[in-house]
C-alpha cells in the first residue's frame, strides 16, 4: 500500500516528554556523532536478509557479529572523536587514556535488523571517572530517541511499586536452563501482560519512557554491560532503577564476558520485588 501523506496535512505523532523525533542536539558530541552514523549505516546496509544475518566473526564478547553489526559498528567507530575511549559490542576495548568512556550497542537486536523486523536500537552511555553520566538510545527503523543526563527530570516512569497487575517485558524464556523457565513464569504469572521485543535496549527506553513498567531478563544472565549502561540513566534519571537480579553491582567493566541479569523498573520497590521473584524461583531446589 502506497502512502499519501497530502491527504493527512495535520498528522503529527506524539512524543512523550523526553522522547525526541531524532537524536537530540543537546546531546553530547560523542552521543551524537556515533548515533548519526549507526543511523546512516543502518539505512544504507543494502543486503538481503541472508547477507545481513551471515556470521562474519567472533565478537569481544564471545559471540557471533553479524554482518550488520560489522557494517554499523564500523561506521560508529569511523565517526568517533578520538578524545573518548570506547568499549564496544564487537570490538571491545578501545583505550585512549581518556576520563571519558564510551559504552555502547551499535545494533541492539541483531537478529530483529537482519530479518527486517523493525525493533533494533543504537544504544550508548557515557561514563566520567567510571560514572555513568549521560545516555541515548535510538530506535534505529525511525530515529525516535530517548536522551538523559543524571539527575536530569524529562523522561518519567508510570511509577508502578508491585509486580501484580504490572505490564513487563522480558527476554525469552530458556527452556533449557531450568532455573530461568521458572523464573520467566514466576513473573509471568503475576504480570498482566508481557512482551518479548528481544531488544534490551528498546524495552529499557519503553520503561523510562513509562510505555511500559518494567523489563527483565530471567536470571539467565544475558546482559553485557553494552545491553544495560544507557539504562542506567535513562530508567534512573525519570525516577525508575536498574538492579541485578543477584545482586552485583552494574558498574564499568571492560571485561565483555562479564555477564548481569539486569531489571529495568518503573520504581526502585518494583526492581526489587522482580528481582526478588525472578531470584527465589531461579534458585529454588528442584
Request: aromatic letters at 4%; one cysteine or more; hydrophobic letters at 50%.
Amino acid at each position: 500500500m502506497t502512502a499519501h501523506p497530502e491527504l493527512f496535512p495535520q498528522a503529527q505523532v506524539f512524543l512523550p516528554p523526553g522522547v525526541h523525533p531524532a537524536p537530540p542536539e543537546d546531546a553530547h558530541p560523542a552521543l551524537l556523532a556515533a548515533a548519526r552514523a549507526a543511523l546512516d549505516a543502518y539505512a544504507g546496509a543494502g543486503h538481503d536478509r541472508a547477507a545481513l544475518s551471515a556470521i562474519v566473526a567472533d565478537g569481544a564478547d564471545g559471540t557471533p557479529t553479524m554482518r550488520i553489526d560489522e557494517l554499523v559498528e564500523d561506521a560508529v567507530l569511523a565517526a568517533l572523536p578520538a578524545y573518548a575511549n570506547v568499549l564496544t559490542e564487537e570490538t571491545g576495548w578501545v583505550d585512549r587514556g581518556s576520563a571519558l568512556t564510551l559504552v555502547m550497542d551499535p545494533v541492539d537486536g541483531s537478529a530483529n535488523a537482519a530479518a527486517g523486523v523493525p525493533l533494533a536500537a543504537f544504544s550508548a552511555a557515557l561514563a566520567e571517572e567510571g560514572v555513568f553520566t549521560e545516555a541515548l538510545t535510538v530506535w534505529l527503523d525511525t530515529g525516535r530517541s530517548w536522551w538523559a543526563r543524571r539527575a536530569m527530570r524529562g523522561l518519567r516512569t508510570t511509577g508502578r511499586r508491585r509486580l501484580d497487575g504490572a505490564a513487563v517485558s522480558l527476554l525469552r524464556p530458556h527452556p533449557r536452563n531450568p532455573g530461568a523457565l521458572a523464573a520467566w513464569m514466576a513473573v509471568a504469572e503475576r504480570a498482566a501482560r508481557v512482551r518479548i521485543l528481544s531488544s534490551s535496549c528498546l524495552e529499557a527506553a519503553l520503561v523510562a519512557q513509562g510505555a511500559t513498567d518494567a523489563f527483565a531478563d530471567a536470571a539467565s544472565d544475558s546482559h553485557r554491560l553494552v545491553d544495560i549502561a544507557a539504562a542506567v540513566v535513562l530508567a534512573e534519571s525519570a525516577g525508575g532503577a536498574v538492579r541485578d537480579v543477584f545482586a552485583r553491582p552494574i558498574e564499568l567493566d571492560t571485561d565483555l564476558t562479564r555477564r548481569w541479569s539486569g531489571v529495568v523498573a518503573a520504581t526502585p520497590d518494583l526492581a526489587l520485588e522482580l528481582a526478588e521473584v525472578l531470584r527465589a524461583a531461579a534458585t529454588r531446589p528442584r
